[in-house]
């Protein structure tokens, strides 16, 4: 098995794992859990029978382990739950399909990703490069010095910071915008990048002090090594 291969494989499988475990966890937090879900959701008013078929009907009569199964074959097939925040126990029942709630800012979700990913990936893996192969210079120091700075906010913060200099004191993009399926390419590029901006600071500084690590680390190995005593640069 070529190397690139095994590696490929070796990562999806521990991937799974990783998925697996997480997925342990998150079931198990809401399993622990004070209180009772249908008691919450049908309200104190409802009597015991009904409380009784609701947890019937969402299947919470089963043991747990069951549930879990249950939980992640539909999750494999796509199904996510239902949101039950509308239902009560007055009868009316406004439940809808998870699915249904998250697809449409589903779009939304990976354009603003996207955006955010064009542009911090190639500048992060610049400024983590050119700082690795001139450490300790000016120029590192400084990249270092803002992209820790910008580690030390909140994701928030600096979306204030964004909204008051580039939406309230100098009105360049807007600070709240609606973006729809109808809404051209231009006018939505224009409205996510103060948003694809607050990504893009985040991502950078992240990746940025990684790359540095991992090509300085590189750059110390025995043949980098072996090569610059032999002329190579």
Known sequence: MHP???TIIQRLLLGLVTLFFVSLIIF??????????TQAILGQAATED???AFRAELGLDKPA???YFDWIGAVAQGDLGYSFSGRSASGVDRSRAVVD????RLGNTLFLAG?????SVPLALVLGITAALYRNSVYDRSV?????????FPEFFLAYLLILFFASLWPVFPS???VNAETELAERIYKCILPALTLTLVIVAHMMRMTRAAIINLLASPYIEMSQLKGLS
């Open 4 to 6: 690139i291969l095994g």
């Open 28 to 37: 198990s937090s809401v399993e622990f859990l004070p209180g009772d879900f």
């Open 50 to 52: 009904t409380v009784a």
């Open 115 to 119: 955006m955010a990913a064009i542009v």
């Open 65 to 67: 382990y069951i549930r």
């Open 176 to 178: 709240l915008a609606n």
């Open 144 to 152: 270092n010095a803002v992209t820790l700075t910008t580690i030390s």
């Open 101 to 104: 709630l998250v697809a449409p």
